[in-house]
């Protein structure tokens, strides 16, 4: 009986809102109940549903733990995801470099393969495969097979992941994980796994390398690439041609007999964190970086890190507000006609960079030396000089957060780009442009308040709209809406 339904509806609408908005409120995860799938066969395809406000589940694991489907980004973008279900923890993200719409158009089909496209034929992400099916598995692994006894695997999830690992799920030297951030990256070493940040376009500089320490097996030299694999008995071991370890990072749960499930992620502050589902929550059972100062850039551009205490700026005339004392910088100084006057220099005493033996440094010098051979190059960002051992660090990419020390024989030089000089025909443009603007918008003040005045006398009304102070009063709803939905966001994975 739809028009009984509309009816009520309509009476009671201010209920029903209410009741929207609450439920809304209380579960931040709207999983939508439309029929999902144990495997997915040709002729499959699925659009988003516009009344979805999180995940849209499309195909489920034989357990129900793990959902593969639709997941909103940044409230109008779609990403093809694989989700722990009762966490609404994002697993696994289909790498694709721009993310559709969340709309009809959007469009994933099966067909031999799972392809993301819009109704022009754009496609977004293929795993460019000729197989008869796609399955979840329970350990959360996507995969698309042959229809034989064995299944035929052609393509898995586990071979391409995002910024997550799961227990039993090979790391090899070929991947990468990548932070959602984009900012971070883990990535395998002939005997290490390593840790880099994107700082600077086209560059990548390492903050964490964890060496192999050979206890049960040793790293043979060229003999062959070695692996990570997260063991259900809490550790991450790195292997090579072998089932015995070159090294075993252990996690809290370690020989602990805990039949939970573990997944690593490399985080949004460059973290690699190991968690243990214990049946409602995830727990930390392992952190690579113990030392928040010791992270990639806690406190943000030229932030001051101070262990046991926390953030402020480099410049103290500078107070840390919003995660940050200037706002973050690319590229160098080495363009055509720039030179000195593009930036200006912050010295500081008594502070070291966070990952120092991960960089490069010369020996013998001088701090003035030090400091002139950054001035001197313009793709040097800083230098930190050592009074003692007369070590001189050159930073290349923009100034990030450096660590406080009471030792105040270190010495930082640090460059920072001016605002951009704007050159001064541009800036007489703007400013007749602006004068214009100016102009334009009084006459058109004048002549509506002209025209208010003449139909007020025309209607006869007089301060309906303001009131007794004469301010004119907003609705009560105003920002309802805006301010509402925008909380209904996924904590994980897609923050930035
Ligand atoms: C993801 O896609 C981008 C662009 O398509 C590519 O450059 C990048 O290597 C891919 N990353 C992974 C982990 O496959
Ligand atoms: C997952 O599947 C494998 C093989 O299909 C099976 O041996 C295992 O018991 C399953 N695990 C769970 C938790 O269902
Ligand atoms: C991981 O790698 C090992 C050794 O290469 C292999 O035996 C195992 O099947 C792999 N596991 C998965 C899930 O691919
Ligand atoms: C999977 O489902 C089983 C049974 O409901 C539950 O005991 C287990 O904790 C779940 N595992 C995960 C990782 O959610
Ligand atoms: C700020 O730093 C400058 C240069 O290091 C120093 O001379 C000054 O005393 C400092 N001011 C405060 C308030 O700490
Ligand atoms: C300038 O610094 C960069 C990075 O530190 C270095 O690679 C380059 O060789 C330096 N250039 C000169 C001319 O010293
Ligand atoms: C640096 O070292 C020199 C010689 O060892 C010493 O004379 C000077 O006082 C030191 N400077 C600082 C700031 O510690």
Redesign the pocket.
Known sequence: MPGFTTTSAATHSPLLLFLVFITLFHFPIWVSTAATHQELVSGFRASPDTAVQSFQPLLNDPTGNFSLGFLRVQGTQLAVVILHVTSSETIWTANSSVFPDWADRTLLRFDGGLVLSDTDGRVFWSTDTAGDRAVLLNSSNLQIQLRRDPAVVLWQSFDFPADTLVENQNFSSEMVLISSNRLFSARLGADFIGLYAEFNEGKSQIYYRHRALQAKAQVIPGGGPVHLLLNTDGYLGMYQNSSVPVDLQAFNTFQKSANGFLRLRLDSDGNLRGFYWEGSEWVLVFEAISEQCELPSPCGSYGLCEPGSGCSCLDNRTIYTSGQCLPSDSGDFCGVGVAKSEFWVLRRSGVELPFKELMSYRTGFTMDQCES?CET????WGSLYYNATGFCY?V?YPVRTVVAEADGTKTGYFKVRKAQARSKSKVGLEIGLGILGGIFGIVVAILGFASYRQWKRRRGIGRFFEDDDGSVSPGPYKDLGSASFKSIEMGSGFSR
């Open positions: 051979v190059n313009c793709s040097c050159l290349d």
